[in-house]
């Protein structure tokens, strides 16, 4: 009875402890987005706040074509940028598909246009030793897009095959890298696939933090993002900026 009593007791307040636990919400840093819905004049949170990352270890798959960097995000800015892109609400994404030189699309997106989270994700990943000056233009990387979007796959969801275009955002800005920044680990399936020559190259499997940076437009290797067999793939999608 009284060793019972004893272990009632323990129960109890490890009970108590656990109640107590307050999990750590986002912050978002300290401004509104423009392109927030005002409901009930409550206005919507700016994107987290992400922490610079001292040396991101970069393992390279096709050289500096096509390499990931670990850990440029931890698993909470990845959660966090997961909640505040779904307070933005997305919608679905489809295409007419092969047939009519589009590829196949079944996701959900939302973008938002922010040079100054652009900005502050561009320094607190840690991307800029990656890449060097661009061979062909003599162009320096100088920043990411400030176009980011943000990708949910849900079971049976996937991206066709394509190839992603650069983009002239004038003033002599032109972007040469996609960068793919994963937000949660699915899972089953979701690996961004890559060929090369009609081959299978590799496959990236996407894990909370992770970032794929490759090389697109005349340089673009063909590539897929594969079907989600369980759980939800989140991508952060941007690109890097040459000048
Ligand atoms: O979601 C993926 O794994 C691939 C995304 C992609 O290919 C793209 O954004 O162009």
Not at 42 to 53: F, L
Not at 97 to 114: L, T, W, Y
Not at 120 to 147: E, F, I, K, Y
Request: charged fraction near 20%.
């Amino acid at each position: 009875m009284w060793q019972r009593s004893i272990l009632g007791r323990t129960v109890r307040s490890v009970h108590l402890i656990h109640m107590c636990v307050v999990p750590i919400s986002c912050t978002s840093i300290q401004r509104h987005h423009s392109m927030g819905k005002e409901r009930g004049g409550a206005r919507p949170k700016g994107p987290p706040h992400v922490s610079p990352k001292q040396s991101p270890a970069v393992q390279e798959i096709s050289g500096r074509d096509l390499f990931t960097v670990t850990e440029v995000l931890s698993s909470k800015e990845a959660s966090c940028i997961v909640e505040y892109a779904e307070s933005l609400g997305l919608t679905h994404q489809s295409s007419r598909g092969p047939k009519f030189g589009e590829a196949f699309r079944d996701n959900d997106r939302v973008s938002i246009q922010d040079q100054a989270w652009a900005d502050t994700l561009w320094t607190a990943l840690g991307l800029q030793g990656t890449l060097g000056r661009d061979p062909t233009t003599g162009a320096q990387p100088v920043g990411l897009n400030p176009n980011l979007r943000f990708y949910r796959y849900r079971p049976g969801q996937r991206f066709g095959r394509h190839i992603d275009e650069s983009n002239d955002l004038g003033g002599g800005k032109f972007t040469l890298y996609t960068v793919l920044i994963y937000l949660s680990t699915p899972g089953e399936g979701g690996e961004t696939v890559f060929y090369n020559r009609g081959k299978r190259l590799a496959a990236v499997s996407p894990r909370t933090g992770l970032a794929l940076l490759h090389r697109h437009g005349r340089d673009c290797l063909l590539h897929e993002g594969a079907e989600v067999a369980a759980g939800e793939k989140w991508v952060l999608r941007s690109d890097v900026v040459y000048a």
